[in-house]
C-alpha cells in the first residue's frame, strides 16, 4: 500500500518551453502533497505544499507563477515548470500524505527535468 | 524552522559490519521516520516511530526514537551491498510540521 506514481519519469525539453509533471497516489487519497527539488549530493528541498482543492503555498524563494501546482483531486497534483531555463533541470519528486495517516509521507520516484 | 542533524554525513564501511547512524533536532518531534533513497529513485520509508523510547525493526533495520524527542537513531546490522545508498530521517508534529534531515550517505565495500 500507499504508493505514488510520477509522469513522466524523465524529461528532456528546450528552454523557453513549460513542462507538465504529475503525481499520483495509487492506493491512498491524499488530502495533501509536496514538491520537493533535489540537486546532486544535496537533501530534498521542499518547494511548495498542495492541499486538494485550494492553492498550493509556497516555500519562500520559490516562484509560484514559474512552478504552477494544481492539486484537483485526492490522488492526482501536477506541477508544471513554465518557461523553463537550464537552471530548473534538477530531480523533482512528489510525496503525499494519506487521509488515515498524516504523520507519515510517501515519496513518487522522481522526475529528472532536463532543460537544453 | 525547525531542523535536523545526521551524523555522521557520509560512511563507508565493509560489508557484514553493522552500521550506526543518529539524528539530532533542538525542538521536539512526535513521530520520526526513516527512509532510504537510491539514485534516481524517490525516498522509501523504512521505519516510522510513534512514542518515545519506542523500538522497532523492519528486517536488519533497527530504529530507535529518542526519550527526549529530539533524537532518533537507526543501526543497519551485517551490511550488504544493496544498502547503499543515502538514509534521511525525518521529524514530524502530527501532520502539521515535516521536516527532513540532510540524509547520511552509505557506501558498502565489498
Known amino acids: 500500500g500507499a504508493v505514488v506514481s510520477q509522469h513522466p519519469s524523465w524529461v528532456i525539453c528546450k528552454s523557453g518551453t513549460s513542462v507538465k509533471i504529475e503525481c499520483r497516489s495509487l492506493?491512498?487519497?491524499?488530502?495533501?502533497m509536496f514538491w520537493y527539488r533535489q540537486f546532486p549530493k544535496q537533501s530534498l528541498m521542499l518547494m511548495a505544499t498542495?492541499?486538494?482543492?485550494?492553492?498550493?503555498?509556497?516555500e519562500q524563494g520559490v516562484e509560484k507563477d514559474k512552478f504552477l501546482i494544481n492539486h484537483a483531486s485526492l490522488t492526482l497534483s501536477t506541477l508544471t515548470v513554465t518557461s523553463a531555463h537550464p537552471e530548473d533541470s534538477s530531480f523533482y519528486i512528489c510525496?503525499?500524505?494519506?487521509?488515515?495517516?498524516?504523520?507519515?509521507?510517501?515519496f513518487g520516484p522522481g522526475t529528472r527535468l532536463t532543460v537544453t | 524552522g525547525q531542523q535536523l542533524n545526521q551524523s555522521p554525513q557520509s560512511m563507508f564501511i565493509q560489508e557484514g559490519e553493522d552500521v550506526s547512524m543518529n539524528c539530532t533536532s533542538s525542538?521536539?518531534?512526535?513521530?520520526w521516520l526513516w527512509y532510504k533513497q537510491e539514485p534516481g529513485e524517490g525516498p522509501v520509508l523504512l521505519i516510522a516511530?510513534?512514542?518515545?523510547?519506542e523500538l522497532t525493526s523492519n528486517g536488519r533495520l533497527t530504529a530507535q526514537f529518542g526519550i527526549t524527542r529530539k533524537d532518533s537513531f537507526l543501526n543497519i546490522s551485517a551490511s550488504i551491498p544493496s544498502d547503499v545508498g543515502i538514509y534521511f530521517c525525518?521529524?514530524?508534529?502530527?501532520?502539521?510540521?515535516?521536516?527532513f534531515g540532510p540524509g547520511t550517505r552509505l557506501s558498502v565495500l565489498p
Open positions: 510525496s503525499a500524505k494519506s487521509v488515515d495517516r498524516a504523520d507519515e509521507q510517501y
Open positions: 492506493d491512498f487519497q491524499a488530502t495533501t
Open positions: 498542495s492541499n486538494e482543492g485550494s492553492k498550493a503555498t509556497y
Open positions: 525542538s521536539i518531534f512526535n513521530t
Open positions: 516511530l510513534y512514542k518515545a523510547g
Open positions: 525525518a521529524g514530524d508534529n502530527y501532520g502539521q510540521n515535516f521536516v
